[in-house]
């Protein structure tokens, strides 16, 4: 079992920035490729994005290429999403993700309980 635990997320302004951060715990953590999710109210989850096992491979939706930056640090087994010039349509919760490089949420086989990000215009 893994479980997941997201912190950072906060209030910020418009054009501002954040970094999340997702440390899971129990197994290898080098063992799972790693991805965040974004919910926004009223919306289906969305991958934000993803980083292989190893660091070698990222994705980004298109949403958020440009401005975000996934990385993880297999000795500190730690993820973290860096988000920059945030747009108050990035408002949402962000969940971090452990299972096989994929952007689907049907792939994912284990969830954190989200950090909600919120950004005033």
């Known amino acids: 079992q893994v479980q997941l635990v997201e912190s950072g997320g906060g209030l910020v302004q418009a054009g501002g920035s954040l970094t999340l951060s997702c440390a899971p715990s129990g197994r290898t953590f080098s063992n799972y490729a790693m991805a965040w999710f974004r919910q926004a109210p009223g919306k289906e989850r969305e991958c934000v994005a993803a980083i292989s096992r190893i660091g070698y491979n990222t994705y980004y939706g298109d949403s958020v290429k440009g401005r975000f930056t996934i990385s993880r640090d297999n000795v500190k087994n730690t993820v973290y999403l860096q988000m920059n010039s945030l747009k108050p349509e990035d408002t949402a919760v962000y969940y971090c993700?452990?299972?096989?490089?994929?952007?689907?949420?049907?792939?994912?086989?284990?969830w954190g309980k989200g950090t909600l990000v919120t950004v005033s215009s």
């Open positions: 993700a452990a299972g096989p490089y994929s952007s689907s949420v049907r792939d994912m086989q284990y």
